[in-house]
């Protein structure tokens, strides 16, 4: 994958698949990654080179969903599971429907910057000190969110695991 | 993070941050074999990183990219724009080849990098150990590209706070000239970082909107002091040494205006105190220089 367009292409992917898990949203999250190609591009034309693009990609898309999130236009409403379910297509191979059900909606329940921390570093594989500059926190800060985060998602799903037994 | 450590029989002792760190392959190859062979005698450790790897897998299994729809048309047009751009030859024009032609000249060809060589200042600007906020703004904005200078009004300068890495930055804490007797109002500032040392940037705008900008960094010139004028199209260029450090200016304001505006720089900076840098500062005289 030596062509500099199709590392680009696989980066965008990249992107998508984290601001999905992100925003819990196929819909949010291509808005998501819209505004933030429109930013990077700006900033492209404007002359700066851009080398370190994976970094600088998610560090656009940390910005833009924080702002995103600051608007009042309600663009950011909660969606339910099953509009989840409705926007994502699930193949063959992915794990099976309630376990991906359970996983969204875990998720989903952490707070904002365990979610992002967790993503990042678990999802797409960031180092705590990329990440902890990316998010412009110490790394301290983005430790002590992935400890919490990891506990609470560990939690949630294991209730769900339990809660599902006892359905069955 | 509070530390939970679990103290194991003839083992060592391993603690949450080191099992989240080994989970995520954070750690050195040393201290990764020191947490495996602690969790071969912790069940209850060996538990947790089982849960921590299957949540990653789940994560990763849940959100893979193949799985996505394909991207919308107005995404993959951005995408094959941002292709296209990162693809041209990067613009050149008037002044940031002055610009940088200046900086050559000022600082040995160190800032000159500035301008040609981003992978290095990228890395710098994000995996610097735990900059202080105040810098790693100034990164930031300095990454988001030359024509983003980071906005800061001259008496915020000195706020920029003294850490290990703004020990690279000349003048850091040093105050901005105040121009507003040569009609010149400081509207940003920005931090140039180099290899060894860095420069900073002081961009003065007139009240037509004409701007004069002011590079600056440390230098072990020991030479004359006097002012050196160059005539680069329509850009002017004046530098000197002073106190250890190399001045520049640049600007479209001709030869009369920009020495000037020089005289009043040095006349500011007399009182500023030697660059606190690695390089050997010279302590040139400053005597009247036109």
């Given amino acids: ?168 | 993070m509070k530390e939970r450590f679990r103290l194991l029989p003839g083992g060592p002792l391993i603690g949450e941050a080191q099992i989240l760190a080994y989970v995520d392959g954070q750690l050195p190859p040393r201290e990764r074999a020191e947490v495996e062979s602690a969790l071969a005698t912790d069940p209850k450790a060996a538990e947790e990183v089982e849960a921590y790897q299957t949540q990653n897998r789940l994560l990763h299994s849940s959100f893979s990219a193949r799985h996505l729809p394909p991207p919308p048309p107005n995404i993959e047009a951005l995408t094959q724009a941002i292709a296209d751009t990162r693809a041209s030859k990067p613009r050149r024009h008037g002044p940031l080849q002055a610009a940088g032609f200046l900086l050559a000249m000022l600082l040995g060809g160190l800032v000159f990098q500035v301008w040609e060589e981003h992978d290095e200042l990228q890395d710098i600007a994000f995996f610097q150990e735990e900059p202080s906020l105040s810098l790693l703004g100034a990164f930031k904005d300095w990454n988001e590209g030359p024509a983003q200078p980071l906005h800061l009004r001259s008496q915020d300068l000195p706020s920029i706070a003294p850490s290990s890495a703004v020990n690279a930055i000349p003048d850091s804490r040093g105050r901005a000239p105040d121009l507003r007797s040569e009609g010149l109002e400081l509207i940003a500032a920005r931090l140039l970082p180099g290899r060894q040392a860095g420069a900073m940037e002081l961009i003065y705008e007139t009240p037509e909107r004409a701007r004069v900008s002011l590079y600056f960094g440390p230098t072990r010139e020991r030479g004359n002091p006097r002012f050196s004028l160059l005539q680069e199209g329509a850009m002017t260029l004046l530098f000197w040494h002073q106190q250890g450090r190399s001045f520049g200016l640049v600007s479209e304001l001709g030869r009369d205006k920009l020495l000037a505006v020089g005289s009043a720089v040095q006349a500011a900076w007399r009182h500023q105190p030697a660059p606190a840098t690695g390089l050997d500062g010279a302590a040139n005289s400053p005597d009247s220089l036109l």
């Fill in chain 1, 1 to 168: 994958m030596g062509d500099p367009a199709e590392r680009l292409i696989e980066e965008v992917r990249g992107l998508r698949r984290y601001a999905l898990a992100l925003t819990g949203s196929a819909t949010d999250a291509d808005d998501l990654v819209q505004e933030s190609l429109q930013r990077v591009l700006a900033v492209l034309r404007k002359g700066a080179k851009v080398n370190n693009l994976h970094g600088y990609l998610y560090s656009v898309a940390h910005n833009t969903w924080m702002e995103q999130r600051a608007r009042p236009s309600g663009a950011f409403a909660h969606l339910s599971l099953e509009d989840l379910d409705l926007q994502l297509p699930l193949a063959a191979n992915q794990p099976a429907r309630a376990e991906w059900h359970a996983m969204a909606q875990a998720l989903q329940a952490l707070p904002r910057e365990q979610r992002e921390v967790l993503l990042l570093i678990g999802l797409e594989g960031f180092s705590y000190k990329e990440a902890a500059a990316l998010l412009s926190v110490p790394i301290g800060t983005v430790m002590s969110r992935l400890s919490r985060a990891r506990v609470a998602l560990r939690h949630a799903l294991d209730g769900k695991r339990t809660h599902q037994r006892r359905a069955q």
